[in-house]
């Protein structure tokens, strides 16, 4: 039962270059949306977040949007840089955000090269 | 900067044993959650935790395991009978309530022999 998909398991960017990571559900009760970053041998990191009332959330070089009649979401990370490399986890949840428990998809590996 | 804190890191254990997973979530949290990752999967929901009380469980979560919050800071997963395929990073993780984010420990690799 996979409500939330990240289709592309791995994307390799250039530094200084957009990367762009895609992340699909299914449930239309889900109402906030966080993406995580994570290292090997260590617990996901927080980088963004997004509510169902909005379509887009800029952090910084990172950029959420989402599109709640496809039901995607996208993160954009301008420009890369290879500190970012690392596994990226969408992750959603219902009504209350964190008061209610994340959905996590497989995730996407990004490499950013030199 | 606050952070959730897990101890131990790592922990091996023969199959049968029970295993306590420690976790000191940030302080001013209230809801407090364990999640898994099997090698290779995704992370998974084990149990959400708020007012003292188990708010939430997975079907992963089954009569072998168990959550307690002793004391006002730590928050413990305990497996009672492990199983081989109960190996597996564990996190904890808590959160402040509506809308915001929740905070991530480093894990403890559990390995079952």
């Known amino acids: 039962d996979q409500q939330v998909k990240q289709n592309s398991p791995s994307l390799s960017v250039q530094e200084g270059r957009i990367s762009i990571l895609n992340c699909d559900y299914t449930n239309s009760m889900f109402d906030y949306f966080l993406w995580y970053k994570k290292y090997p041998a260590e617990g996901p990191t927080f980088l963004i977040s997004i509510s169902s009332i909005k379509d887009k959330n800029e952090d910084g070089r990172f950029t959420v949007f989402l599109n709640k009649s496809a039901k995607h979401l996208s993160l954009h990370i301008v420009p890369s840089q290879p500190g970012d490399s690392a596994v990226y986890f969408c992750?959603?949840?219902?009504?209350?955000?964190?008061?209610?428990?994340?959905?996590f998809g497989t995730g996407t590996r990004l490499q950013v090269t030199l | 900067e606050p952070e959730v804190t897990q101890t131990p890191s790592h922990q091996v254990t023969q199959m049968g044993q029970e295993v306590i997973l420690r976790c000191v979530p940030i302080s001013n949290h209230l809801y407090f959650y364990w999640y898994r990752q099997i090698l290779g999967q995704k992370v998974e929901f084990l149990v959400s935790?708020?007012?003292?009380?188990?708010?939430?469980k997975s079907e992963i979560f089954d009569d072998q395991f168990s959550v307690e919050r002793p004391d006002g800071s730590n928050f413990t997963l305990k497996i009672r009978s492990t199983k081989l395929e109960d190996s597996a990073m564990y996190f904890c993780?808590?959160?402040?309530?509506?809308?915001?984010?929740?905070?991530f420990g480093q894990g403890t690799r559990l390995t079952v022999v």
């Open positions: 993780a808590s959160g402040g309530g509506w809308n915001t984010e929740a905070f």
């Open positions: 992750a959603a949840s219902g009504e209350g955000g964190t008061a209610s428990k994340l959905t």
């Open positions: 935790f708020y007012n003292n009380e188990i708010s939430e």
